[in-house]
């Protein structure tokens, strides 16, 4: 080994220098574990507990959903509205339009200001009662989803004068 320079390094040593730290030696002459069954699978795949799906959910079973969901109500009321529709919806079409005509009255008797901030979910919810009366309750009941689509239609001035739309 020759060297020309005081601190230059031949190509020979360049080439016999390890890319990366030698394993400690309790690590060393340890062989490579094989992957186990029991072990997390690797960051390219996605285990079906963390996938959100009506599959895994259905896992959780009926009790734990229920939970879940009445945990949520008590925190967003526009939740445990619809649920209470939903509901209404199993037993029969006249308790299902009791519940919408109930609700459709209650924001028609509002005179409040409708803030920017409200109006979005506000718009989602009249959307989601269209939905329901002229889904579920107008199989069930023909006539009672006339009627509540003629009181959703008769809140559109109420709504309009109260927000900034």
Not at 11 to 22: D, K
Not at 25 to 40: K, N
Not at 71 to 96: N, W
Not at 109 to 132: C, H, M, V, Y
Request: no cysteine; hydrophobic share 40%; glycine share 8%.
């Amino acid at each position: 080994m020759k060297r020309t320079k005081p601190g230059a390094v031949s190509e020979e040593e360049v080439t016999s220098v390890p890319l990366s730290r030698p394993a400690p030696a309790s690590m060393a002459d340890e062989p490579l574990a094989a992957p186990s069954p029991t072990r997390p699978k690797s960051k390219g795949t996605t285990s079906r507990s963390r996938t959100l799906s009506a599959e895994a959910l259905e896992g959780l079973g009926a009790r734990r959903l229920a939970e879940l969901l009445m945990a949520q109500a008590g925190q967003e009321p526009a939740l445990a509205r619809r649920l209470r529709l939903a509901l209404a919806g199993t037993e029969g079409g006249g308790r299902l339009a009791a519940e919408v005509e109930k609700r459709l009255r209650t924001i028609g008797r509002s005179r409040g200001f409708i803030e920017w901030d409200k109006l979005r979910p506000l718009a989602r919810e009249l959307n989601s009662l269209r939905q329901t009366i002229a889904g579920s309750l107008a199989t069930t009941d023909p006539r009672a989803a006339v009627a509540q689509i003629g009181l959703l239609l008769g809140l559109a001035e109420n709504v309009f004068a109260r927000s900034d739309v």
